[in-house]
Structure formats: C-alpha cells, structure tokens
C-alpha cells in the first residue's frame, strides 16, 4: 500500500509540474492528435474527481462505526484517488481547450480554478499521508477544496451547455415581442439561443464562429462569413443546416438537438429579406413570410395574456346527465371547465330542456337556442348564466321586449338576435353590455334607418344587418314541381308543388299555354281522362312567371292480349321483355337501367301486338320512349306500323321518320305518336330503328345511338280528340343521374 | 429454533411494514408533485375523453365543403393572368412546363397554345381580390373570403384527384374527411347524422361522384356521409305509413331494439349496435328533417338572395340553402357536390353556365350565414380537385377553346370559420402553371381544416389494420397563413 501511495503522490506531483510548464508556454503547445483524443476524455473523466472529492466529505458520517485507523485509511486511499483524476482531468483539460473554438473568459477562468484544484487536491493528500489520524484542520481543507471544486464545475458547465444553463427555466421572463421589436429579436435569436449558441458564444466558439455578439457573428468563423444578405442559397449558414445529418460538417453536429425544418425555413425568409438585425417586425413588407410569423408571434404572446378559464369544471355526471338527443352539452376543448350547449328541434322543446342548463350556469360560455319557441319569460333562466360570451336567440319566439335584463351576461362577446321584432328600445341592452363585440340583426323590425342610427351610436360593436332585398329586382320563379303518384285505385294522378309560400300553379291539359288570369289554378291531382299533356307555370307577386313545366299524361291503352319481340334487345338491357311493353309501368328519366326499359342498339326494335277485341278501331299508337342524349339515347329514326290478321301477313301500313333532337336537351320520357287510318286488324308490328350513326354535334358523332322503349299504347278516335297532330308528349321527370363517358 | 429465526426474518412485522409504506407513499407523493391534475378534480373532466371533443377550442364548429365536382378554371374565376392574354396563341414555353405529365387527352397535341381568360377579371373590396365577370355575387363578398392560389395535388385524373381532397389518399378505401370530422367531434345535434352529403349537377360536361367518396372506411359506419335525395323529399321515406302513428312506430322500434341487442349478445358485432343506433336517429329524424325543409320559417327575400332556383329541389341553390338550415341544426359536416366544370371543350359557354348557377347561392350562403352569427363557427369551403392548363386543349377557336386538368396549382376559397377574411394566400407565376410562393398541399389543406375545428392531424388517428392511420396520413402542415 505504501509503494501506492508514493507513486501516486509522485506521479499526481509530476503533472501538477507538467501543468504549470503548460501554462507558462500555453501557446506554443501543440496536442497531437493522439492526446486529442484523450484529451476529449475530459467530460467524462472529470465526474470521477467529483465523485472522490465529495464522499470523502461524506465519510465522517460513518465514523463512529469505524475503528479510527480504518478511518484514516479510508480518507488516505479515498484521496489519493482524488488527486490523481482531478490531476489527469486537469490535464486533459488543458488538451481540450488547446482546440480550436474553446477561448474566452470562461475558458480561463475554469482553467485555473482546475489547476488550483488538483495542486489543492495534491497538497491535502500530501498532508494526510504524513499525519496518523484524521485531523478537524484537516476537513476544513477539505471543505476548502469541496468548494473550489464546486465553482471548477459550475464554470466547466457553463462552457458546455452555455451560461447560466442551470439557472434559465427561473429566468422565463422574456421580454414581449410587440410590432417594435426588431423581427432578428423576436424570431431568428429564440432559435439560436436554443440550439446555436452553447458552441458558439463567446466562450467556446467552435469553429471560430461567435454568434452571441452581432458584430462577431457577421464576421463568422474560420470558414468564412456566415450569410450573403439577401441570398440564402449562398449562405453558409443555410448550407450547413442543410447538409445530410451524417456528415462532419452538418450544424448543429450529429447528437445534439436539430433545427426543425420550420426553423430552417425562417432562417432562410430571414436572409432572403436581406438578414437585418434591426429592422422591426411592423417595416417589414406586408406580404414578406417573416411578418406572417412575426406576427403569428406577437398573437401567440398576446394569447397568452388573454385569462384562460379558470373556474372549476361541472362534473362529468352532470354533463353526462344534461346530454339527451335534444340538447347537447359539451366542454369547448379537451380539459377546459367551460362548456357550450345547444338545444335542437322546435316541436319537441320543453322549457325544462333550458332550465336544466341551470346545473352549469357557472360553465356555460356559449348558447345556441336558434328556432325554438322561447318565449320572454325564459329570459330570466338567460340572464342567470352569468359567463356567457356568446348567445344565439335568432328565430326564437321573444317578442324582443325585455332583453335588457341580459345585462346580467356581462361577458357577452357576441348575440345573435336575427329574426326576432328586435327595435331600436335594443339600444337600452347594448348599453348593458359592455364587452360585447358582435351583434346580429338581421331580419328585425329595424329599418334601414334604425340600423344606421345604432351603428353610429355603438361604434365599438360589429352589427351586422345582413341581407336586405334590392325591391325592384324582378326575379323569375322557379317551376312547379310535377310528380306522378298512384291513387288508392291504382290510378296514375298527377301532383304539382312549389315549395314557395304564396306561390300560385296554373295549368292546363288542352295543349293551350297557362297564363296567369285564366288557366286553372292547381288545387288539387290532376287525373285526365285522356291522353293529355298537362302544362304548369307558377305565379306570384312581385315574381316574373315561372318557366312552363309539361307532363305528359298516358291514359290506359286498348287492351291488348299479347306482345311478342321478334328482335332480341341488347343483352343489357332487356327489362321485361315483351309482357312489359303492355303493362302500363312507366320507367324513369334518370334511370336507363330499371326493368321498366328495354333497349335497342345495333337491332332495330320490332315486336307484334295483338289486341284484346280486334273489333276496337285503333287510330293512334304511342310509343313512350327515353330521350337521354349524353347517355347516346335518341329518339328512333325511323318508324313502321305494319297490320294484318296474323303475324305471317302484314302489310305496311304507315312509316315515317320523327324529328330528331338537333342539340343535347334534358332528359326525359317522351310519347310519340304515329297516326294511322283507324283500322281494326288482329295483329299490329312496330318497327323502331335506331340512328346508325350520331350526328357531328354530338360527343360519341359515328357512333350508333339507342332506342328505350318502355309501353306501347294503343288508341282509338276517342282518345285522340285532344292531341293537337303530331305533338309529342314531354315528360318532366328531371334526369340526375350521370351520363356514361 | 433455527426455523423460528427463519421465519421471523421472513415475516415482515407490522412496524416494518409501516415504515416501508410510509416510505412509498412518500416518494410517489414526491413523484406526484410533478404531475399537478393527479389529485385534483379526479371526478370531472379529466383527460379521459379523447374523442368527441377537439384538442383544444376552435373558431370552427362546423363546415359546409362546396365541391365543384370537375375542376373549375382557376384562370376563368379567381387566378388572374394577364400575361396568358398577352401571349394568347403562342406555345407553353418548355422552361415553364419543365416535363409535367399530360393527361392521355392533351399528350398526343403537337402544340400547347396559351390561352388568356375569355372573361374579364376586376379587383373588388377592401381587400382588392381578383374576380372574374363570371362571379359578380361572389366579387360582393370577397372581404369574408380568403383565397388559397396555390392548392396543388398529386393526381391528374378526375377520381383519384378528388377521392384524394375527400380522404387524403388516391385508392379510395380510408374514411372521408366528414368522417374523421364525426369520429373526432362527435355529433353536435342527434337528431341528425354529423355528416350530411347533397348532390347537384350543372349543365357543363360532368364527372361522376360515388359513394366512396363520403365512406367511413375503416371508420364506424355511424360515421358515413348521409346521402340526401335531390329529390322534393330530401331524406326519403320518412313519414310514417298511412295508417301507423308514432306511437306505434315507437313500440315497433322498442321491440326491434330488444330483438337487436339480443343479437348483439350472442354476436358481439358492433355493426348490430351501429344499427340500433340509426334507427333511433331515423325516428328522431322524423321530427327533425320535416323543420328542415320548411320554408315557412324564412323571409321571403330569403328566396331572392338564393335566387329562386333554391325552390327546386336538387339545384345547387337549394343545396346551398339546405346546406345552410342542416348547418344551422348542428349538421357537423355538409357535403355538397356540384358536378359539371370539366370544360376539356367549349369552356367559354359551359363554364359561364356553370358559375351563373353556382355564383348567387354560394355568395348567398355566405351572407345567410353571416347576418344569423354563424360565419364564424362555420368553416365554408369552396374549390375542385385540381385546376386546368393555361394552354387550350384541342382547337383554339376564335371564341372557344378548352382547358385540360393541371394539378400544379389551382384556386380554392374559404370563409369563416377561423379562417383569415380577405386575403389571397400563395401565390402563382404569371403564366398560371407553376407555384412561385406559400404551395399548399392537399395534406396541409387536411392539416389545416381539422386545425381550424380544434383538432391537431398528428393526433387524430385510428388503429387499423396494425398501423395507426391519420387523414393526413404521414404529411401534412398546418397552413398558419390562413389562420385569423
């Protein structure tokens, strides 16, 4: 044990001497590169002195378990170990700072206080090993070191994480940013100091870049000035920021904190602006990035200021309870105590579904009552919820009298009172309300001119008056909305609509257009006897007539006994067959591909008919068929009736081709009637040809187009007295669906 | 006597035991002291909700998404470009194309002509906004507007361009934007679905819209958009059968409900729940819907601020005003779709047709919102899946010529909602093709809607299929820009 101690003390008093040659020819000393590297042991080697230095101050804890001689030996052994890290890490130290970017005050002033301490450390061990026992003198030294340690360590920390890092979280009081505050102040610091300055200060300047001082920093480093104002793509700044992470020269280096893409993002705005360092963020340009975030800033440490709700929460069975389908109760954010309710659905209101709210009267920040019957006595539940900032009354059934007890909201920020008999008497609660900002009276019983008095007489409030009607503006109704239903006898009637209060519907079925004096007006189905086409225009004051809406009406056909098909339909559309030409189920515009239809592409469509009771003349056959031009479904070109007594000898007896569509028109179901002298023959066939080839106008042009049929129906002279010659029916039913591309 | 020894070390006694609880209580009290809501408030609104309710308050309670189904012309509306009028006619310089796809209608053209707008464009309000002739409505309330100039997408086709908007993917099968809204948020008013979805068609050349476009996806399918008929019925059958009151529709119900849960028991689907719920819905909706639609309630002047087209049931106008009354009821998320803006062809006719519909409502919209108090808690959206070329596909007519799809910029608006009123953000070059300042990802439009209704993207997220999936999906920023 002896021949340790003396090499220890040897070999601790040899460095201690190497130190103090260092220190005299510091600056000619060149560490290689080998020492460098032990030399950047130091961090880690220097917590073994620590640890030594302050368990000996421990040790007297334990004294009195301990034979004094084991306690001397105890001291002696643990000491030695202490001068010999604190010696070695003093060296290493010293090899460290040798490196470039450590230099400053703080550099030297840790420098001495290690070398102070391991000649400290070393001169106490000496002492001890000449004594037998553990003297007071002794432990007064001790605590001598203790604390020349102490400051040793604190000044090391500074150098590594940057001064006073133990102490900033109690130092938060950052000055505010306002619009004066140099923009490199409020935004480009905050992020140096966080991730820049602890290498780069003016104590330990890596790289010889001193970034704390603004004179230093625009001078840079040792591999040149740090930005070209104005050209961030040549700063040198940006370009280390964005280097891979896994190269040598990627600032901030591998392992320690990085700049977030946000952060390098306002670095470059910042230079691109010409990187000044004076400039306040309200000279900036309006549109530059910079203010943007400057001012997002400036909101942000202003939304700070604004008091966040601290009254004490409702409890969650009582929020729970006040949620039922009519009425919802919710916190307005995750862990906020204030709470925002709704009550929804006029018919089922109940004055207890407000009245319940009392529960969280000191909650409730926003109300949204819009549309029920409240009435003015539930004004005095209101005015009990004190921390309302925002209540919605629009359409409710006050009478608009009274509102002045709201004054008991103070807090009310915004109110919405559109739709009630609100009169100018509202000036009496907009003078109890002094923080309100908002005001919504739109639909009131003000005038123009009372609203321009309150506007002028409440200069601080946002009202808003909304929409009012321009009176001579003539604005065209829309049109009645036609819909076929089936009577309880299973009878096709005809229903008109307008969804407008007042509106009046005109019509006729005598192929005559409705006007306004003398046409019927609609009271009630419409069921012709006939084959009709029913016309429709709505009217009503201070309203230009509605556009005409026609229906086309078909009546039961002659019975007839059989269909048959002698062409097949296109595979994808075969609907019913046969047996669904003659069984008086229309299809639908907007659906090509319900049963109801069935349709011919390449084939033309032929079928043979034969009535019930041949002795019916038959004069009139109308073929219903689909008009849906950007689906390429036409009109059929061409037309054939053939008759005769059996299917094995027809003649012709008229043909014709209907016009066809020369544009795209709206889809509809559409009758088409084809005249024939009236004739009583047992068995009738239909030819239908599709157009082979579309015209030019048309997107698919060359292509051919379809025919969709879905009833034929079969007239004789009775039937027809009404349809003027050759119209064709036109359906309303509005297509929605898409057209296939 | 050796085993006595034993097992009185072995047993901890009483004062030991003691000794070493106080102990522990003491540092977990010591460890407590840094967790300051441990204790306090156990009861109440602790962090134990996380869905239903938005991470922090937002401005915006609800959003009606006005979805021009197609693309409409950003250099026809709101992106003016005076440059293209200058150099109408000649070629799409290389150096501004840099070898953007085409899509397969414009890539067999030997030549790609500029076009300049057919229609003029003005500045209009305090905020001095570009506006074409085409928008005059519009033009009056560009002050609540703020225009977003540079959207940009990934796709180049109709369907996954928009099945993208609407989801944050281009495939189709993750939830609708309405659906994490109604995951996240929760219902505002029950009687009602949270995610309501109308359909309307214009005149112009149109693309289709499908179902998956308003899924839950992997979502609960209490989440799925709520399609309603364009027809006079907006929720179809929905009266009761002639000759059935409530009363008996509510005891059917009961039973059925019974019937269900005893299902659920054996089964454990949570779909059969799913079920139970929406037939309640369905009956309250019975109440709900039929307030909806009544027009009694509004003033007439209502009529002429829509324009009357709002009477025709299934018009873009009356989708808007329906738009406006379901908002109104605490609908969370509405949903239209307006089809017809893909002008390949005779954009000049098609797209003046298309903006007379859609101008009045949608300005009107905005209006109705506002003068009820409603602007600021509902976010309004308006825009396409992407924008068109600045170059004319086909023939350049004299008075006509059509645009192709251009995903590289286009022109969206929103109003309300926590949004920045009259202001144009981002900004694109003169020629209209590429972004010069502010890009804005769809991602980052996701990032930044949901940010406005309260909730952070990162954390919005479900669990599926082993992985943890957001609408933003792995992308996205907040656009701050936008943010009043």
């Not at chain 2, 939830?175 to 109604?182: E, K, L």
């Not at chain 2, 990162?458 to 820009?481: I, M, N, Q, S, W």
Request: negative net charge; proline residues 6%; glycine residues 8%.
């Amino acid at each position: 044990m002896k021949l340790f101690y003396s090499v220890v003390s040897n070999a601790v008093f040899a460095i201690n001497l190497l130190l103090i040659f260092f220190l005299f020819v510091e600056d000619q000393v060149m560490v290689p590169e080998w020492l460098q590297a032990v030399g950047r042991m130091h961090p880690m080697l220097l917590h073994l002195p620590i640890g030594f230095l302050l368990l000996l101050a421990l040790l007297p804890f334990v004294k009195k378990h301990l034979p004094e001689p084991s306690f001397y030996q105890m001291h002696l052994f643990v000491l030695a170990l202490g001068s010999i890290t604190a010696a070695l890490t003093a060296l290493m130290g010293f090899f460290l700072a040798r490196e470039s970017g450590y230099n400053g005050e703080l550099v030297d002033q840790h420098k001495w206080a290690g070398i102070v301490l391991s000649w400290l450390t070393y001169g106490l061990f000496v002492w001890l090993k000449g004594q037998q026992k553990v003297s007071r003198l002794f432990q007064f030294g001790l605590a001598a070191n203790i604390l020349v340690l102490l400051i040793a360590g604190h000044l090391g920390a500074g150098i590594t994480h940057g001064e006073d890092f133990v102490l900033a979280p109690l130092q938060n009081e950052k000055p505010a940013i306002t619009a004066a505050t140099p923009v490199y102040e409020a935004l480009i610091v905050p992020v140096f100091q966080q991730k820049c300055f602890s290498c780069h200060n003016e104590s330990k300047a890596k790289g010889g870049l001193v970034m704390t001082d603004i004179k230093k920093f625009r001078k840079g480093g040792d591999t040149g000035v740090p930005f070209t104002a104005g050209d961030h793509a040549e700063s040198l700044l940006i370009e280390r920021l964005e280097l891979p992470l896994e190269t040598e020269e990627h600032m901030p280096p591998e392992g320690k904190p990085q700049l977030t893409e946000a952060e390098i993002d306002l670095l470059r705005n910042w230079i691109a602006q010409g990187a000044d360092m004076t400039i306040p963020i309200r000279d900036l340009p309006d549109d530059s990035p910079l203010k943007l975030l400057a001012m997002e800033q400036i909101q942000a440490a202003q939304a700070e200021l604004e008091v966040a709700y601290d009254f004490a929460p409702a409890s969650t069975a009582v929020i729970e309870e006040l949620n039922i389908p009519f009425r919802t109760v919710t916190p307005i954010a995750q862990g906020s105590p204030a709470l925002r309710a709704a009550i929804f659905i006029r018919e089922t209101y109940e004055k207890e579904f407000l009245a319940d709210l009392l529960k969280v009267r000191d909650q409730l920040v926003d109300l949204k009552l819009d549309h029920l019957p409240i009435e003015d006595d539930e004004l005095e539940v209101i005015r009990k919820f004190h921390r309302l900032e925002k209540l919605n009354l629009n359409n409710t059934d006050l009478s608009g009298k009274g509102l002045e007890v709201l004054a008991d909201c103070g807090e009310l920020r915004s109110l919405s009172l559109s739709g009630l008999p609100v009169d100018t008497s509202i000036t009496a609660t907009l003078r109890g309300l002094p923080r309100l900002e908002e005001l919504f009276i739109w639909n009131t019983a003000l005038d123009s001119v009372g609203i321009r008095a309150l506007i002028h007489a409440f200069p601080a409030i946002d009202i808003q008056s909304g929409y009012q009607p321009e009176a001579k503006e003539l604005l065209q109704l829309s049109p009645p909305v036609v819909k076929r239903m089936d009577n309880l006898e299973g009878r096709e009637e005809i229903h008109l609509k307008h969804n407008f209060p007042g509106a009046v519907i005109r019509y006729t079925v005598d192929g005559s257009e409705p006007d306004s004096t003398d046409a019927p007006i609609y009271e009630g189905p419409i069921a012709p006897s006939q084959y009709a086409v029913v016309k429709a225009r709505a009217f009503r004051e201070n309203w230009l007539g509605s556009e005409q809406v026609t229906a086309t009406f078909f009546p039961k056909s002659i019975p007839i006994r059989e269909a048959k098909l002698l062409t097949s339909p296109n595979q994808k559309y075969t609907g019913s067959g046969a047996p669904g030409l003659i069984d008086g189920k229309k299809g639908f515009a907007n659906n090509f591909q319900s049963p109801f239809w069935i349709g011919f592409r390449k084939e033309a469509f032929e079928a043979l008919f034969y009535p019930e009771d041949p002795a019916i003349p038959i004069s009139t056959i109308t073929l219903s068929y689909l008009q849906n031009i950007g689906s390429y479904i036409m009109t059929p070109m061409n037309i054939e009736v053939w008759g005769g007594p059996d299917a094995g000898n027809l003649r012709l007896i008229r043909k014709f081709n209907p016009q066809l569509p020369e544009k795209y028109l709206p889809n509809e179901v559409r009758g088409l009637d084809i005249r024939i002298p009236a004739s009583t023959f047992a068995c009738y066939k239909i030819v239908a040809r599709p157009l082979p080839s579309l015209p030019a106008w048309h997107q698919g042009k060359g292509d051919p187009s379809w025919v969709f049929l879905d009833e034929v129906y079969f007239y004789n002279d009775a039937s027809q007295a009404l349809i003027p010659e050759g119209t064709e029916g036109i359906s309303s039913l509005n297509n929605t669906g898409a057209a296939s591309k | 006597m050796d085993k006595e020894f034993l097992e009185n070390r072995l047993n901890v006694n009483r004062r030991q035991f003691l000794g070493k609880l106080s102990l522990g209580i003491g540092s977990v009290a010591l460890g407590s002291l840094m967790v300051p809501d441990l204790f306090s408030k156990g009861d109440s609104m602790a962090a134990g909700l996380p869905l239903g309710l938005p991470h922090f308050a937002p401005k915006a309670k609800r959003v009606i998404y006005l979805f021009q189904n197609g693309a409409p012309s950003q250099l026809e509306s709101f992106d003016f470009k005076p440059k293209l009028r200058e150099m109408h006619g000649q070629d799409l310089p290389e150096s501004v194309r840099q070898g953007q796809r085409l899509t397969g209608m414009t890539s067999g053209q030997d030549r790609f002509p500029l076009v300049g707008s057919k229609f003029d464009f003005q500045q209009y309000g305090n905020s001095g906004a570009w506006v074409s002739e085409l928008f005059p409505h519009t033009a009056k309330v560009v002050d609540d507007i703020c225009f977003i100039k540079t959207m940009h997408t990934e796709a180049i086709n109709h369907d996954p361009a928009l099945t993208f908007m609407q989801t944050g993917a281009q495939q189709g099968n993750r939830p609708s934007m309405g659906a994490w809204m109604s995951y996240g948020l929760g219902s505002e008013n029950q009687n009602l679905p949270s995610f309501c979805v109308l359909l309307s068609r214009g005149p112009g050349n149109g693309q289709g819209v499908y179902s998956k476009l308003w899924t839950n996806g992997f979502l609960d399918s209490i989440h799925q958009g709520v399609q309603f008929s364009n027809s006079e019925d907006p929720v179809l059958y929905l009266g009761n059968p002639a000759g059935r009151d409530k009363a008996s529709r509510r005891r059917m119900l009961d039973k059925l409900s019974e019937l269900n849960s005893q299902n659920y028991a054996s089964f454990g689907d949570p779909e059969i729940n799913t079920k139970i719920k929406q037939y309640e819905m369905a009956y309250r909706m019975q109440t709900a819907v039929p307030e909806l639609t009544d027009l009694s309630q509004e003033p007439e002047h209502i009529v002429r601020m829509y324009g009357p087209d709002c009477l025709a049931p299934g018009s873009y106008a009356a989708n808007c005003l329906l738009a406006r009354k379901l908002s109104e009821a605490g609908v969370r998320f509405v949903q239209l779709y307006h089809q017809g803006w893909d002008q390949h062809g005779n954009l000049v006719g098609e797209m003046a047709q298309q903006a007379q519909e859609v101008d009045r409502p949608t300005a009107a919209l905005l209006t109705d919102l506002k003068q009820r108090g409603l602007l600021d808690e509902t976010l309004v959206i308006w825009g396409g899946e992407f924008g068109r070329t600045n170059y004319c596909q086909g023939n350049l007519g004299k008075d006509n010529y059509g645009r192709d799809h251009h995903p590289r910029c286009y022109t969206i608006w929103m109003a309300g909602g926590g949004v920045k009123p009259g202001i144009t953000y981002g900004q694109t070059d003169e020629f209209g093709y590429n972004i010069v300042e502010n890009p804005v990802h769809v991602n980052d439009f996701h990032a930044t809607i949901l940010h406005l209704m309260g909730l952070d993207h990162e954390k919005l997220t479900y669990k599926h299929l082993g992985r943890r999936y957001r609408l933003t999906d792995v992308a996205g920023k907040v656009v701050k820009g936008v943010i009043a």
